[in-house]
């Protein structure tokens, strides 16, 4: 079985700053790893996603994520926070293989102060 | 544009009703989901399918069925709502391989 840890619930960063989102998994098998992002009042959306090549991942809107075997950890980060990144960010694992489930962290709101 | 669509994105309904939420996906994915998502909570899968008229229960079905007729479609039904059933209703769809989700805008169910 798969799961992920997200500590904390909530980030609050000075527009500029840096933002960095912690996330660690369990998983007994090379494991996919995804960011997703949520907006208020919507869907969730994918933000990148990790599925054994680089382990340094890039996705939209400047986020990137570093996947390390060794610390069993999926880090989001950003240099620079922007207003617009005000959100809930999730992380989720699923194993390698033909329809294998997500199974999502609890999510980590961010808010950005001007 | 890839989409999934869920059909009401706000519903009120009193205790006892039953409720379809239903949901559509253009991507000719075989796979489908139910999550709910609650403050605190992150997400919580109710039910997921496969394939066309196959269903698998989540990690909470209890109080919850699907429906999978055709490939695109997937219905989640409350049979008889209760009000710890007042949530935000994700479906999600994905291909075979990788597991990547796409999710419709949700359903903000109140059961009054």
């Known amino acids: 079985a798969q799961s992920v840890t997200q500590l904390g619930s909530h980030v609050s960063v000075s527009e500029g700053a840096l933002v960095l989102l912690r996330c660690n998994y369990s998983?007994?098998?090379?494991?996919?790893l995804f960011w997703y992002v949520q907006y208020p009042n919507q869907g969730l959306q994918l933000l990148l996603k990790y599925t054994s090549a680089a382990t340094l991942v890039k996705g939209i809107n400047g986020f990137e994520a570093e996947f390390k075997k060794s610390e069993t950890s999926f880090h989001l980060t950003k240099p620079s926070a922007h207003m617009s990144d005000a959100a809930e960010y999730f992380c989720a694992v699923s194993l390698t293989g033909a329809n294998s489930k997500l199974t999502f962290g609890k999510g980590i709101t961010l808010s950005v102060r001007p | 544009d890839v989409k999934v669509t869920q059909s009401s994105r706000y519903l009120v309904k009193r205790t006892g009703e039953k409720v379809f939420l239903e949901c559509v996906q253009d991507?000719?994915?075989?796979?489908m989901f139910w999550y709910r998502q609650d403050p605190g909570l992150g997400l919580r899968l109710i039910y997921f399918?496969?394939?066309?008229?196959?269903?698998e229960k989540g990690d909470i079905p209890e109080g919850y069925s699907v429906s999978r007729e055709k490939k695109e479609r997937f219905s989640l039904i409350l049979e008889s709502a209760s009000t710890n059933q007042t949530s935000m209703y994700l479906c999600?769809?994905?291909?075979?391989?990788?597991?990547?989700?796409?999710f419709g805008e949700g359903s903000r169910l109140t059961v009054l």
């Open positions: 998983s007994s098998v090379p494991p996919y």
């Open positions: 999600a769809s994905s291909g075979r391989i990788t597991g990547e989700l796409f």
């Open positions: 991507m000719d994915h075989e796979n």
């Open positions: 399918s496969y394939d066309v008229k196959m269903k």
